[in-house]
T-cell receptor
Framework: GENVEQHPSTLSVQEGDSAVIKCTYS??????FPWYKQELGKRPQLIID?????GEKKDQRIAVTLNKTAKHFSLHITETQPEDSAVYFC???????????FGAGTRLTVKP | GAVVSQHPSWVICKSGTSVKIECRSL??????MFWYRQFPKQSLMLMAT?????????EQGVEKDKFLINHASLTLSTLTVTSAHPEDSSFYIC????????????FGQGTRLTVV
């Protein structure tokens, strides 16, 4: 089955700096890669996703890159703000399946 | 976007009792619903996948007789924790999709279960 690894587990940046979170996956059949932001005690919120036919996707300050060959994908947040502080999870979905597997999460802290 | 409502948001129960958690898709038909368990400061661990009208598929290590899942309609799935014990205390969260293909999953707000 799919195995998703996520690094780092914690990340602290200064407001205005960039933050990068990396994930690797094991199942070459995976073709959908969402990123979720979860605040304490709340539901995960989808912030961006990418499919395997695309190498990069950007939405304002957030971007995701995907390297299918290396089986890794990354989340990039630019011009970080304190409200970006949360736990971020990557996930991978095998093709033709919604059986999503999550990474272990990254706790991002943006210091004002 | 699509809305998934989970109820209750928190529950405290006595050891040995059963607790039912509901997950409803409010504005779409959920062909598939997923149940996750999340311990503090940990990731979401998939417990089971349920499709409307059929038996749930449980992940390895998840006791199907302890965590009863019923997906009786396209808008409702329930998770019943039977004979709950303190170690079952956790954050349980459901998600739902409207397609069997891999698409965005919509999450419920989660249920914090405390077994005393």
């Amino acid at each position: 089955g799919e195995n998703v690894e996520q690094h780092p587990s914690t990340l602290s940046v200064q407001e205005g700096d960039s933050a990068v979170i990396k994930c690797t996956y094991s199942d070459s059949a995976s073709n959908y890669f969402p990123w979720y932001k979860q605040e304490l005690g709340k539901r995960p919120q989808l912030i961006i996703d990418i499919r395997s036919n695309v190498g990069e996707k950007k939405d304002q300050r957030i971007a995701v890159t995907l390297n299918k060959t290396a089986k890794h994908f990354s989340l990039h947040i630019t011009e970080t703000q304190p409200e970006d502080s949360a736990v971020y999870f990557c996930a991978a979905n095998p093709y033709n399946n919604n059986d999503m597997r999550f990474g272990a999460g990254t706790r991002l802290t943006v210091k004002p | 976007g699509a809305v998934v409502s989970q109820h209750p948001s928190w529950v405290i129960c006595k050891s040995g009792t059963s607790v039912k958690i509901e997950c409803r898709s409010l504005d779409f038909q959920a062909t598939t619903m997923f149940w996750y368990r999340q311990f503090p400061k940990q990731s979401l661990m998939l417990m089971a996948t349920s499709n409307e009208g059929s038996k749930a598929t449980y992940e390895q290590g998840v006791e199907k007789d302890k965590f009863l899942i019923n997906h009786a309609s396209l808008t409702l799935s329930t998770l019943t924790v039977t004979s709950a014990h303190p170690e079952d205390s956790s954050f349980y969260i459901c998600s739902a999709t409207d397609s069997p293909m891999n698409t965005e999953a919509f999450f419920g707000q989660g249920t914090r279960l405390t077994v005393v």
